[in-house]
């Protein structure tokens, strides 16, 4: 399954760089009674306490059996999974003119996956660690994990906890979270969050406002239409599409 995930987030990065879409190749992809679409939603990385630990459990048992290729290969499983997750915080950086030093950044969702209070190797964790050493001011919601939890993770992945004390608040709900943001960034599918009130949202976010779909869950025509500028893991940004921009560039 993890395998399954790394390969479309890797077909996630040659889509953003040649103007396809990740959703449509998933479909035909999936589409192939051989290989099936479950599993095959491009997203910001897996997390949970599984995935990562069993394949690199079998990387180790690789190496032990001197296989050094095959523990090559599925070490790149994991390898993808965490560029997946500094490729999408490099974008949320480029997008907002290449610094977030001192801007507002409303992280919805830190749980590894909805429905859960679980954290554990969620990729919310490292999109905010990137953040926060670039000197961001993270603001997070999530409607199950306790900001004891957020923090405790946090302190343990950053190098300065005095550094995620001053630069990471944690909100009480979305509304308060993006209020004068000047980006949201889903980083959990929750359900609520697709239908949040985004007119109101964007009246209360720094202009211009950035809304970075790192699940794949939003009406992106919506927020488009509302006024946002949208960035959608699988999917060229959307400033260079506009420009006209083309692979034969």
Request: aromatic letters at 8%; one cysteine or more.
């Amino acid at each position: 399954l993890a395998q399954r995930i790394s390969s479309i987030n890797a077909m996630s990065a040659i889509c953003e760089a040649t103007g396809a879409d990740v959703g449509e190749v998933a479909h035909a992809i999936g589409t192939d009674s051989r290989i099936g679409p479950k599993f095959l939603q491009a997203s910001v990385g897996f997390g949970g306490s599984c995935f990562q630990k069993d394949v690199l459990n079998l990387v180790y048992l690789c190496e032990v059996l001197h296989l050094p290729e095959v523990a090559a290969y599925w070490q790149q499983v994991v390898d993808i999974n965490d560029f997946q997750r500094r490729r999408f915080s490099n974008r949320i950086i480029a997008s907002l003119f290449n610094t977030v030093t001192d801007k507002r950044i409303a992280i919805l969702g830190f749980a590894f996956k909805k429905d859960t209070a679980d954290t554990r190797e969620s990729s919310s964790i490292f999109v905010c660690q990137h953040l926060i050493d670039e000197g961001a001011q993270v603001v997070i919601y999530d409607p199950k994990v306790r900001e004891s939890s957020m923090r405790r993770d946090l302190d343990m992945v950053c190098s300065d906890a005095e550094k995620v004390t001053r630069l990471v608040t944690v909100a009480e709900d979305a509304y308060s979270a993006v209020q004068g943001a000047h980006a949201l960034v889903v980083c959990t599918e929750w359900d609520e969050f697709k239908d949040l009130d985004f007119r109101r949202i964007y009246d209360s976010m720094l202009k211009p406002s950035f809304a970075f779909d790192g699940r794949l869950i939003l009406n992106h025509d919506q927020l488009r239409s509302i006024g946002f500028q949208v960035e959608v893991i699988g999917q060229a940004s959307h400033q260079r599409a506009s420009s006209g921009w083309s692979l034969s560039e």
